[in-house]
């Protein structure tokens, strides 16, 4: 008895058996959205039913036949024959027959394709982990001291690398004489390793033309430049929210590219958008931008958030929306900026539920003190 808890501890790496369902019943959802995106699912006039369910079955394994290699497609389809009922294979060696039953074989080709598989899972998933721990070195472990702001910020990836990017950081220009602090926000179009790889190209940018000194819409109009020769004629481009803080003055200065539009909740009550911009990165090459400018005051709330808030779906299909957002932040005014993110962060886990996570989700809150 104890050697069966030790195995099926070790199996199950202590999960229970709840949670376990749980996980299977993600991964299957996400195979079958995987394999069924590119099967036409509408019943065409006239085709009855079982055609119906016969075509898509057929449908549906070559969707999983075009997701292995040639070969690996040869061994499967050797496989399913053999697990066809009264079929055998013999096996002639130096005039001895030997009878083997098709579904044996059947079951070992599988169990090699299925080793085949799992050493290229095995291989993907630490080449993402090694990604993973590199897009965590170009992402902030903790908010900087920016005088009159507490800071808190938080992204959760829907995939094991994120297409998301958020930073707080100082910037010296020649119309100030301290230090003022640049505050960025960015999603690129689309999910996992394409989407990463162009986060950190976007990272790099900002950290490189920032140091120039120039005025935001000048800074943005140069990161829109060379986010165009690597948004493939503008299918992968980027949204993105950069502002620019003076401590002296409480200004913030902000270009909004495309994206969701920062909610400015005032000591009062009053809602502002910060809306002012232009495109998103990557569209158009030399788009202008404007840039626009709010003085903050003690007691006010700033919220910035990627889509992956607002439009993150239970399993009714419905989105969390910016009234759930909003409606949290009300009742968490007095609180630091560090719990109303944990405090968003549960409420949202507890809007969605089981249902998968589409995209990446990110937000960042600062409040002025």
């Not at 929210?241 to 002296?248: C, G, K, R, S, V």
């Not at 911009?277 to 903050?296: E, F, H, K, R, W």
Request: aromatic letters at 8%; a neutral charge; glycine letters at 6%.
């Amino acid at each position: 008895m104890k050697r069966a808890r030790t195995f099926w501890q070790r199996i199950t790496d202590g999960v229970v058996l709840g949670e376990l369902w749980n996980q299977f019943h993600a991964d299957a959802r996400s195979s079958y959205r995987l394999y069924s995106k590119e099967i036409e699912t509408e019943r065409p006039q006239g085709r009855g039913r079982v055609k119906h369910f016969i075509w898509m079955a057929k449908q549906f394994l070559w969707a999983i036949f075009d997701k292995l290699t040639p070969a690996r497609r040869v061994l499967l389809l050797i496989a399913l024959i053999f697990l066809i009922p009264d079929v055998d294979v013999l096996w002639d060696n130096d005039a001895h027959t030997l009878g083997a039953s098709g579904a044996f074989w059947g079951v070992i080709l599988l169990l090699v394709l299925l080793l085949l598989e799992i050493s290229d899972r095995v291989v993907m998933k630490r080449d993402l982990q090694i990604a993973k721990e590199i897009q965590a070195w170009l992402l902030p472990p903790e908010p900087p001291a920016v005088p009159g702001l507490e800071i808190a910020f938080a992204t959760r990836p829907a995939n094991t690398v994120a297409g998301d990017y958020y930073d707080v950081f100082p910037r010296r220009t020649a119309e100030s004489s301290g230090s003022n602090y640049l505050i960025a926000i960015a999603d690129v179009a689309g999910k996992s390793v394409p989407a990463a790889m162009l986060m950190a190209t976007f990272q790099a940018s900002l950290k490189t033309l920032s140091a120039i000194g120039s005025p935001l819409t000048e800074l943005v109009g140069r990161m829109n430049n060379y986010a165009c020769s690597n948004s493939q004629n503008g299918r992968r481009f980027t949204t993105a929210f950069i502002a620019e803080y003076e401590p002296a003055s409480r200004t913030l200065s902000y270009v909004n590219a495309g994206h969701n539009a920062p909610i400015l909740r005032r000591r009062a009550g009053a809602i502002e958008r910060l809306q002012e911009g232009g495109i998103p990165l990557g569209i158009q090459q030399n788009a202008v931008y404007q840039s626009g400018a709010v003085t903050l005051e003690a007691g006010d709330w700033l919220i910035v958030f990627t889509d992956g808030v607002t439009e993150a779906e239970n399993a009714r299909a419905e989105e969390y929306g910016e009234s759930r957002l909003l409606a949290v932040q009300y009742a968490n005014l007095a609180a630091a900026p560090q719990t109303l993110l944990s405090n968003i962060m549960v409420d949202l886990d507890r809007f969605v539920g089981s249902a998968p996570q589409h995209d990446d989700i990110t937000l960042l809150l600062l409040k002025v003190v």
